[in-house]
């Protein structure tokens, strides 16, 4: 199979007005802090909601509130209340909201409806009832890659050597498994070794499906097969304006660790994350990464 030859997504940043002001909700992880630094260099400081026992405490150098996940119903009202006009959305949140123990507030009474019904259908529910409910308030949410086009994956090799012929079944074998999870609202990553899925992303994360592959690697059906790949794609459908797909150093080490050979990641559609120490940790530890176009893929 032929290597794609590199192609740029030609992306237009969020253009903001005078007068805007930006709030980033923020979850775990670098890119919460990606962006506040990426506003603050554009002139335009943010609004940085914590959200309680996920954002990193690094956020706490910028104009801050502190948001219980239990909480969201106050979010638009503290939105309102800082003169926010444009709301993004990043970072994971590991823990659902207790509907037991969300805090009473007039504004929950319109949320609590869409909140139940996205609870049951999953992740993705739930981030395109924020959103909506974000909306609805007259508050324009954009999505990290509108601010920072930069992090968007690129088609072709992002950094390591071209992948070998023989990785080509791996990337497409995972890059099928992935969607088809995204589909269920399970996940957004898979990992392939030999020609075969053996792991797919759930509740833990790419982190611990990684973890789980490391262990697995003793497992007599794949012990002794080497290399192998992990790919993430967006969800079919997905809400663009969060929880994009995402990588950093740490997915590197992780794929390392688990012994695989690449990273595959949806082109135009998932993030590199601390993209010099991506390259870095990839050239140093022999990892490939490489922009994908599903539907380029057998």
């Given at each position: 199979?032929?290597?794609?030859m590199?192609?740029?997504?030609p992306?237009?940043?969020?253009?903001?007005r005078?007068?805007?002001?930006?709030?980033?909700?923020?979850g775990?992880?670098r890119l919460?802090?990606?962006?506040?630094?990426?506003?603050?260099?554009?002139?335009?400081?943010?609004?940085?909601?914590?959200i309680?026992?996920?954002?990193?405490?690094?956020?706490?150098?910028?104009?801050?509130?502190?948001l219980?996940?239990e909480?969201l119903a106050g979010?638009?009202?503290?939105l309102r209340q800082?003169?926010?006009?444009?709301?993004?959305?990043?970072?994971?949140i590991?823990?659902r909201?207790r509907?037991?123990?969300?805090k009473?507030r007039?504004?929950?009474?319109?949320?609590?409806?869409?909140?139940?019904?996205?609870?049951?259908?999953?992740?993705?529910g739930?981030?395109?009832a924020?959103?909506t409910?974000?909306?609805?308030?007259?508050?324009?949410v954009v999505?990290?890659h509108?601010i920072?086009p930069?992090?968007?994956?690129?088609?072709?090799v992002?950094a390591?050597?071209?992948?070998?012929?023989a990785d080509?079944?791996?990337?497409?074998?995972?890059?099928t498994?992935?969607r088809?999870?995204?589909?269920?609202d399970?996940?957004q990553?898979a990992?392939a070794?030999g020609?075969?899925?053996i792991?797919?992303e759930g509740?833990?994360g790419?982190?611990g499906?990684?973890?789980?592959?490391?262990?697995?690697?003793t497992h007599?059906?794949?012990?002794?097969?080497?290399?192998?790949?992990l790919?993430k794609?967006?969800?079919?459908?997905?809400?663009?304006?969060?929880?994009?797909?995402?990588?950093?150093p740490?997915?590197i080490?992780?794929a390392?660790a688990?012994g695989?050979?690449?990273?595959?990641?949806?082109?135009g559609?998932s993030?590199?994350?601390?993209?010099?120490?991506?390259?870095?940790?990839?050239?140093?530890?022999?990892i490939?990464?490489?922009?994908l176009r599903?539907?380029?893929?057998?």
């Amino acid at each position: 199979m032929t290597t794609p030859m590199p192609i740029s997504d030609p992306f237009e940043p969020f253009s903001f007005r005078e007068g805007d002001r930006v709030a980033v909700i923020a979850g775990s992880d670098r890119l919460p802090l990606d962006i506040a630094e990426g506003l603050s260099a554009i002139g335009k400081p943010p609004l940085v909601v914590m959200i309680e026992g996920e954002a990193s405490p690094a956020l706490a150098s910028f104009e801050h509130a502190v948001l219980a996940v239990e909480d969201l119903a106050g979010l638009v009202p503290l939105l309102r209340q800082r003169g926010v006009t444009h709301a993004v959305l990043a970072g994971g949140i590991a823990r659902r909201p207790r509907l037991s123990a969300m805090k009473p507030r007039l504004a929950l009474l319109a949320l609590l409806p869409q909140l139940v019904r996205a609870l049951r259908k999953g992740d993705d529910g739930v981030l395109r009832a924020l959103v909506t409910h974000i909306e609805a308030s007259g508050i324009k949410v954009v999505g990290a890659h509108e601010i920072l086009p930069e992090l968007l994956a690129d088609e072709g090799v992002i950094a390591g050597r071209p992948p070998l012929d023989a990785d080509w079944p791996d990337l497409e074998a995972a890059c099928t498994a992935a969607r088809a999870i995204g589909g269920l609202d399970i996940g957004q990553g898979a990992v392939a070794i030999g020609g075969r899925v053996i792991a797919v992303e759930g509740i833990e994360g790419t982190d611990g499906l990684l973890d789980r592959v490391r262990q697995l690697r003793t497992h007599g059906r794949i012990a002794g097969i080497q290399r192998g790949v992990l790919v993430k794609c967006a969800k079919p459908g997905q809400e663009q304006r969060a929880d994009l797909p995402a990588i950093g150093p740490a997915t590197i080490t992780g794929a390392h660790a688990a012994g695989l050979a690449g990273i595959g990641l949806q082109a135009g559609g998932s993030l590199v994350l601390e993209y010099r120490g991506v390259v870095e940790q990839a050239e140093r530890l022999g990892i490939f990464v490489i922009g994908l176009r599903p539907e380029k893929l057998p």
